[in-house]
């Protein structure tokens, strides 16, 4: 069985990263979330979740955006330092959400107020359903995919793999920040984030993603959302 495991390990060397997005999920799932039944993100909602709830939902739904870059960057680099180079890839990508999503969050808690918060989140949702069918997701989708050459040890190696990440962070940005600002629309609600990671999932790894069906399912998640709010 260890050896099993060890054979794994040397297989997939990013399996370490999965392991991460998965206990992030289900930091979020047993947290106890005192905004789960509000409809919107009110700014109550959104400083409930704090720096720790913030970075453990950006590491649960774009860590396993990276899991073919953070191989390439494994494979790409000597044995010894594989860990260390995806290490490297993924402070640089995270360094882009992290800020990013800070400011989403930010953003969010002082135009809401002034457009109101339903028409907000109406807005939200339109943008991310229309994103998801515009020409500029599908280009930006390629250009997550693309590898770049990495220097093979010392201070060089880690800054490629760094740079690496910062700008597959950037290409991916451009792809999912309308998805983003759809979920603190709902106050980052599990079952919307949900469903909104399957569509991330599906446009980043299926070989033709349908952007109707994720136009659709973004459009349906947050229909089905409202309604239950207006019931609760």
Not at 42 to 62: D, F, I, Q, T, Y
Not at 107 to 122: D, F
Not at 130 to 146: D, M, N, S
Not at 205 to 229: E, F, H, K, N, T
């Amino acid at each position: 069985m260890l050896d099993r495991l060890r054979r794994f390990g040397w297989r997939h060397p990013e399996w370490w990263v999965v392991a991460a997005a998965a206990a992030a999920w289900l930091f979020m799932i047993l947290r106890p979330d005192p905004h789960a039944g509000h409809l919107m993100a009110s700014p109550g909602a959104l400083h409930g979740h704090g720096l720790l709830g913030m970075a453990a939902m950006v590491v649960a739904m774009m860590l396993p955006l990276t899991l073919t870059n953070a191989r390439h960057v494994a494979l790409s680099s000597l044995w010894r330092r594989r860990h260390r180079a995806i290490l490297a890839f993924l402070l640089g990508y995270l360094a882009v959400w992290l800020a990013v999503q800070a400011v989403i969050m930010g953003a969010w808690g002082w135009i809401a107020p002034l457009a109101g918060w339903k028409m907000a989140a109406v807005a939200a949702v339109l943008a991310a359903a229309a994103w998801e069918i515009g020409p500029i997701k599908r280009r930006e989708l390629h250009r997550c995919h693309r590898t770049v050459p990495l220097a093979p040890r010392g201070w060089r190696a880690d800054a490629d793999c760094l740079r690496y990440g910062l700008t597959t962070g950037v290409s991916c940005l451009t792809m999912c920040w309308a998805l983003m600002v759809a979920c603190a629309a709902f106050a980052h609600s599990l079952p919307v984030m949900a469903v909104l990671f399957g569509v991330q999932l599906s446009g980043r790894y299926q070989r033709r993603p349908s952007p109707i069906l994720a136009a659709v399912a973004v459009l349906g998640v947050c229909l089905v959302a409202g309604l239950w709010g207006r019931l609760t």
